[in-house]
């Protein structure tokens, strides 16, 4: 947009002023320029005269010499003296600014500001989708929120359209304006292993993660180093990554992970994979944390540094989506988008689903769902096992998004080869393949570590095992017909069968019923795995490595949770089991609240497993509870609760409750459902503890609900809570970390 200059006259645009010739000064693009075809050179600068004058294409570059690498690919350098690759369109040297005065890259992450969330509904059966458990009984029960207020929707910003098409030159240097955020990459490394420290990561761990922060460090340095003009120097090295960008990445079995990374760097899914992670442990890192409140010059508030992070790992993933490659870092990056958005949106947001089918399709693409001695002799001994992790977070990804929101798998076991990761750590995985195959010594026949240590490889191992009987749930689940679900739960076939390929057991071996087929897997587990809950009620678990027990025997314990849900939800088959397998749930829960709380070690990270697994738990013993206490007023409940077991019940509900408020805080995407779940809880152990005292109306409710989010509901009835949790729309963390 045209501005008066000094004298009042408005100012022209650029090829306008060039030339010399007279401007009508229309915004976005002047009478002239459009009629002479340039419409993509016209903007108005809102200081033309501080612009820098253009290099002479003569002069000797003061840039030290480029490295090369296999293929030819540009690590860092330039040539010195060798004239740089010509970028045709608006002056490289100066950012691409719209006639709002925003650059390219200020837009994009303005697009991320306030998004509006487009929440998928829940799929035909929603195994686990969480809103369903208020659904089923809606009708007959109500419970008036006093208080309540309705839900905002945040409203959607309106973003200025790009006034100029898109072409190759706005992209370098939309690319040189990314780049220009590489000088606080030392910074970003400090907020990364912040979060690493507490959590650490599925796939990259420290030794991985500080090699690629160097390596862009260096890149960075390289390119602006004695350098007169630094946007010329990054819309060069950016021109540059767009080229690297579009060649295949060629490794050799003696590579070690210095040399790669410094290969894979100047690509642009690697700078998006960086920007990601950063996005991802911006979530996990406190606000009054020294990172920010001390080391942090830039004065950015995490909440636009997320902004930023998010917007520009999206931007990467387009240009990587635009040259139509497919990479390791490729994959990489596009997991961890996952997380992210799943961080910012909720799993159940339509950009997580259709980001899993774009992981899907690079999985099957790149071949990582086969495996072989051939395809591994080829690679280094790292990159092998970072793709056999990759592809267990991939494949667990998958389950867990298609059993929140009730949809088919994208990623089948029957079709791909998931070998169990190796249990050895990030810096015995960098090691040369010579010393890393020596290392095998040091497992067990299995694969398992033998120190008994709950390792990121003992998680993976976990994770990928219950993620196989994951996919029998789900089609167990989502089967159009139900004649068959009491035979398909007390046998199972390729469930079985792709662990005894794992584990390379007696193909002959009986089939048994499915529950009983997860616990024999269970069991198979090292000895330093196993869980006893008579144990545990004893106080014989108090060390920090007995977590690894529970994390296995919780994991295990709500695959059975599951099944026997479907056999309630779809046949209405109701057992003792399922009250079993969620009183098993919460109480392991609440044990490994208590043992890490007495290690020191944080419970922060204990979120999602108090959200997804504890309170549909909670909601069946619930359910229970209120379906007991109406049953006194009207008719007997053929199976009522003992004395004990219900005294129990109610202990642990109230000690899980206090836990799921104070941990979930209001900042946290789940915070309203939890609070929402939380309070009904308390609603029905009041009325059941006290039936003849009133409610006190509270002063200010705890969260801004909506009026008619439980109309027609009455505790007098007997609530299912499942049918709510099956419509929820989730706003927590996914199944894994990957940062």
Known sequence: MATPRRNGQLSSCEPCRKSKLRCDHKAPICGRCLGHDQAERCFYHPAPLSQPRARDSRAISRRPKRQQRRDNQLVFRLDQGTPRTAIPGPQPGLPLVTDEGSTLCDQHIARWTAKEKRTLPPGLL???????????????????????????????TTVPATVYPPSDSNQVLLGAQILSHLQKIRWFYEIIELKNKISPGWVLGFPLIRALCDSMEKMYDCAVCNSQNTHASLATLSHQIFVNTSKDIQTYPTM?????????????????????????????TPDDDPVFTHRNPWKLEKSQLRNVATAISDICCQFCNSAGITSDPFCWL??????????????????????????????????????????????????????????????????????SLGRPPRICSRYCSIPLPLDISYENMVLP????????????ANGWNNEGSLTVG????????????????????????????????EFVSHYRLHVMLIYKTDSKKPHRELIQESRQTQQDLPSFMHWSPEKAAAGAYSFPRDEGRAFAHIEFTYQEFLLRRILLKRLGINSQGLIQSSLEIITTLLDIIVMRTRSGHSVANMLWDLCYMG?????????????????????????????????????????????????????????????????FIRRVLDQILSPQCPQ???????IDLSTNWLDGCDLDGNFDFMAWFDNIHWKQDPLLNFT
């Open 615 to 679: 309170l549909p738990a909670a909601g069946i013993l619930t359910s229970k509870l209120l379906s007991d206490h109406s049953s006194q007023i009207s008719n007997p409940s053929p199976t009522p609760l003992s004395a004990n077991v219900r005294s129990i019940i109610i202990q642990k509900l109230n000690i899980f409750v206090s836990h799921l408020n104070s941990l979930v805080r209001p900042h946290d995407g789940n915070y309203e459902i939890s609070q929402q779940g939380t309070r």
């Open 696 to 702: 006190p109306t509270p002063l200010t409710p705890d």
């Open 433 to 444: 393949r010579s010393e890393g195959e020596k290392l095998l010594q040091n497992l067990d």
């Open 458 to 489: 003992v998680r993976l191992r976990v994770v990928l095992l219950t993620s196989l009987l994951r996919e029998s749930i789900l089609e167990l689940s989502l089967s159009p017909s139900t004649q068959h679900i009491p035979t398909r739960v």
């Open 256 to 284: 070690n992970f210095y040399e790669y990374f410094d290969l894979v760097t100047p690509r642009w899914e690697t700078i998006g994979l960086v920007f990601a992670l950063l996005g991802a442990s911006l979530f996990h």
């Open 334 to 403: 596009t997991t961890q988008q996952i997380v992210l958005l799943s961080l910012m949106f909720g799993e159940s947001d339509y950009r997580v689903w259709q980001k899993l089918g774009d992981l899907s399709t690079i999985v099957y693409a790149f071949d990582l769902h086969q495996s072989g001695e051939d395809i591994e002799e080829n690679l280094p001994f790292f990159l092998v096992e970072v793709r056999k992790r990759v592809m267990v977070c991939a494949y667990a990804i998958d389950k867990e998004l298609a059993t």
């Open 126 to 156: 929603g195994l686990v989708s969480p809103k369903d458990i208020f659904s089923e009984y809606e009708s007959t029960l109500c419970v008036e929120e006093p208080g309540s207020l309705p839900v905002t929707t945040v409203p959607a």
